[in-house]
């Protein structure tokens, strides 16, 4: 299907690329909108300021690809492993999507959005989510452990479990009802 080195400004429609290798490709400002990647592999392929609408790539692989600026609208990522992204330049959003089981583990994500998404066992672990925001999301049984959550806003997420000593909590927005996930360890119940 790609067979040329680079796309720019180009949109795909209804793709459907399931259980293929697409390697060493550049899409720069490209919108991919109703494709199916599930399986696929991106093998250091490059996504610059692209945009992911309703598409499908539940259990895609992206070992060594670039995503810088990618956005995610209403779009299923079913156990995405995001830790194999190349780290330099790292970006990316998400609106509407669904990102259970995902790992996010060892990435730096300053700034990122998450905008109600279901995030239900996503891994965060070593994560660096500094100034980020949960908007509306499902974090039912999401993993944080030795996570920088210094000034992240989950006053509108919900399901939130985390251990207040083994994560960095400083500045951190919750809501009143976020407030038992804090404490779940200890046995503390909040009415």
């Known amino acids: 299907m790609f ?19 697409i390697r060493q490709k550049e899409f720069q400002s490209c919108t991919f909108k109703n494709c199916n990647f599930t399986e696929t592999n991106f093998n250091r392929t490059k996504f610059l300021d692209c945009i992911f609408e309703e598409c499908n790539l539940s259990m895609a692989m992206f070992d060594g690809t ?25 970006g990316v959003g998400f609106d509407n999507c669904i990102l259970d089981y995902a790992s996010f583990a060892g990435k730096k994500m300053v700034k990122t959005k998450f905008k109600h998404s279901s995030l239900k066992e996503t891994s965060f672990t070593q994560t660096n989510l500094s100034a980020s925001v949960f ?25 939130i479990i985390l251990d207040p000593e083994l994560n960095i909590l400083k500045k951190a927005i919750f809501a009143t009802a976020g407030l038992e996930g804090l404490l779940t360890k200890y046995g503390i119940k909040v009415v």
Do not use: H
């Not at 209804?14 to 259980?19: C, G, I, V, Y």
């Not at 992240?152 to 919900?158: G, K, L, Q, R």
């Open 3 to 21: 067979d040329q080195p680079t796309y720019d400004d180009q949109i795909f429609d209804k793709l459907t690329l399931t259980n293929e290798v």
């Open 66 to 90: 670039t995503l810088n600026d990618a956005l995610f609208k209403g779009c299923k990522l079913l156990a995405v492993n995001f830790s194999k992204c190349d780290d330099f330049l790292f």
């Open 135 to 159: 908007d509306g999301c499902n974090l039912e049984n999401a993993i944080f452990n030795r996570t920088d959550l210094t000034s992240v806003n989950f006053s509108t997420s919900y399901n």
